[in-house]
């Protein structure tokens, strides 16, 4: 007989993680504090409510996540196959119709012989058996006090500040080059150069571009965060030469083949050891997404630039989940302690889900005397795994699925961006079908 295990939240993960527990035979109990209490983002009763935009984002196997999609659907996902039962249409993304997908989600999890269902807050850690937390960026202040608490306060982040990431290969490297500032140290940081016309521009373009809607629930705390970390385009607004003076600084920046110096730069600097992603030094935003394609490909060397991750500024708790969690989504001290959804760490309604899934699987395992299995990081769900366990260089930053952070085995394909994305897609589909075809593993 295995341990029962306890699911904190009815989110997207906690629903997934409690429906791949029962599936395994486990007794769950599923708590949700909704309909007794709701944060301002909530509106709906129902489970798995989509808070923000009713897209789930592109079906396409050639991004990053089309192809965990496709991974979660071949392996019996509750959110997949909700999301395809209310879809509705939206050209080459997937959207739902959030009632309907809340409500059949609702009904699945209800209906399920081996899921209990408690409703009220949860305001403590339960200390025996095996558990997943997946409560969500906007959990409940008595849940995150407790989490801070057992893990300690510099360990938990309340918002989520971070500068957008491009794919190194489509960085255009005949206009950027490597260099590091007055020649110090290795020349880690690609460095995207202006004259005083093209500065010009992209100022007027980043002043004037639409930044994205705050939700009423973020505006006080927004105007706090944006002090302490401050938005590139509110700094702009602060003056023309602002930016030359902080993130876009020429001072000590040379190009090491002709000698030259430059108006103003843009720094880009390594976000993997493997090299495959580059952050825009200093450029955290809010501004749309959109907005950030059509501004800051204005940059030099960046016209063609794939962004792996846009920047983003919200309200978002989330652990610094390399130091705390495995690949597994347990806790290095406790491993019958689990965590799922966007406070692990992963950004994106699929994303959250693909966690819940894992850490779910995991708990089952955990449950029944078994060490969990975990997704090689040659696909996409255990790519992410691996990112929120292992991280990337400098501070840990919440990510969605893209293929930067997939493994890279020393492939060597002819062909553009799409023709690599396909190679990865099919061999991560392939993985895959062979951990289906081991019974055992899942």
């Not at 639409?210 to 973020?218: Q, S, V």
């Not at 930053?397 to 492939?411: K, L, S, V, Y």
Request: glycine share 10%.
């Amino acid at each position: 007989m295995s341990e029962k295990i306890t699911v904190v939240g009815a989110g997207l993960a906690g629903c997934e993680a409690a429906w791949q527990a029962a599936n395994r035979g486990c007794k769950a109990v599923l708590y949700e504090m909704k309909p007794e209490k709701k944060t301002p983002a909530h509106s709906y009763d129902g489970f798995a409510e989509l808070v923000c935009s009713n897209s789930l984002r592109s079906n396409d196997i050639t991004s990053g996540v089309g192809l965990l999609k496709e991974e979660l659907r071949r392996m019996g996902s509750l959110i997949m196959e909700a999301a395809d039962k209310t879809k509705v249409s939206a050209g080459g993304a997937l959207a739902v119709d959030r009632t309907a997908f809340s409500d059949y989600v609702t009904e699945k999890i209800k209906s399920h012989p081996n899921i209990e269902i408690k409703y009220g807050e949860v305001t403590k850690i339960p200390e025996d058996g095996v558990t997943v937390i997946a409560t969500g960026p906007l959990t409940s202040d008595a849940l995150a006090s407790e989490i801070c608490r057992l893990v300690g306060g510099k360990r938990l982040s309340f918002f989520d500040a971070a500068a957008p990431i491009v794919d190194f290969s489509t960085v255009d490297m005949s206009k950027a080059f490597f260099a590091s500032r007055y020649d110090k140290g290795t020349p880690d940081y690609i460095n995207c150069p202006m004259n005083a016309e093209e500065y010009k521009a992209f100022y007027e373009a980043l002043t004037e571009a639409e930044t994205a809607k705050l939700h009423d629930f973020e505006t006080g705390e927004k105007l706090k965060v944006f002090e302490g970390c401050m938005p590139v385009e509110v700094m702009a607004q602060r003056g023309e030469e602002t930016l030359r003076f902080g993130p876009m600084k020429p001072v000590g920046i040379h190009n090491p083949k002709t000698g030259e110096s430059y108006y103003a730069v843009v720094q880009l600097r390594r976000e993997n050891e493997e090299g495959t992603m580059f952050n825009l030094v200093g450029f955290q935003t809010h501004l749309t997404f959109p907005e950030q394609r059509r501004v800051f490909r204005m940059i030099p060397g960046l016209e063609n630039a794939e962004f792996l991750r846009y920047g983003v500024m919200h309200r978002n708790t989330f652990l610094n989940s390399p130091e705390l969690l495995c690949a597994d989504y347990s806790m290095r001290d406790n491993r019958s302690l689990f965590f799922a959804g966007q406070m692990t760490g992963v950004e994106g309604y699929i994303e959250s889900a693909a966690s819940g899934y894992a850490a779910g699987m995991s708990a089952a395992a955990r449950a029944n005397g078994r060490e969990p299995f975990v997704f090689p990081d040659t696909t996409m769900i255990g790519a992410m795994s691996h990112y929120i366990s292992e991280g990337g260089v400098g501070d840990f930053q919440p990510m969605n699925a893209n293929f930067g952070i997939i493994a890279h085995t020393g492939e060597k394909i002819k062909g553009g961006k799409k023709i690599r994305y396909q190679f990865y897609a099919d061999r991560a589909l392939n993985v895959i079908d062979s951990i289906i075809a081991e019974k055992d593993l899942l």
